[in-house]
């Protein structure tokens, strides 16, 4: 396969994750106790939405089509999102584990807008690059406010009291079941 159809496996993955973000934003915002983390992501949908477009550009401009390809990580780190909105935490706490599940899909978008970016560059395709690095510049940003308006919330949620412990959902029993499969499986080439 040559580089320009793996940029445009990524392209499409990346729009995949793009449009599903669409969707799982406002629940976030919805969901979020914390004024300001409200305020990032009604904010960061709106970029989303902007990204989109840009996406749509990118294709465009190689003559192809965006869909395509569903984004198996994206729905995987989404998923995230909707565990910490269904946590039974309070406050402070609640809105710690938003953040992180926030700061995932953002990583998670920022590494491959790097991978798209790094491709395109090679391929010579300077105004790909260009719409790429905006989208790119988006993400990082949305991090960093992300990471900045956490810092308070982290610090409150510090001096919160502990809950007692509550029996586990099914789905945290599940989880668990899968994490000690996937810390068996890797335990032979820990060694």
């Known amino acids: ?26 629940k976030l915002a919805k969901g979020a106790k914390n004024p300001k983390l409200k305020q990032l992501f009604a904010a960061h949908l709106e970029e989303t939405k902007g990204q989109v477009e840009r996406l749509k550009k990118v294709f465009l401009e190689l003559g192809e089509k965006p869909t395509g390809q569903h984004c198996n990580g994206m729905e995987g780190v989404i998923e995230e999102g909707k565990d910490a909105l269904e946590k039974d935490e309070e406050g402070a706490s609640f809105d ?31 105004k790909v690059a260009k719409l790429l ?9 949305a991090a960093k406010k992300i990471t900045a308006a956490g810092g308070p919330i982290m610090k ?11 029996p586990k959902t099914g789905k945290e029993k ?9 810390e068996a499986k890797a335990a032979p080439d820990l060694n």
Do not use: F
């Open 1 to 26: 396969m040559a580089l320009k159809e793996v940029l445009i496996d990524e392209l499409r993955d990346m729009y995949s994750a793009e449009n599903q973000l669409v969707k799982a934003l406002p």
């Open 96 to 126: 710690s584990g938003l953040i992180g599940a926030a700061l995932r899909t953002e990583h998670y978008e920022i590494a491959g807008y790097e991978a798209c970016i790094s491709m395109a560059t090679t391929l010579g395709l300077a």
């Open 133 to 141: 690095n905006s989208n790119l510049k988006e993400e990082l940003n």
């Open 156 to 166: 409150q949620s510090a001096s919160e009291p502990e809950e007692p412990k509550k």
């Open 174 to 182: 599940y989880s668990a079941k899968k994490s000690k499969e996937d």
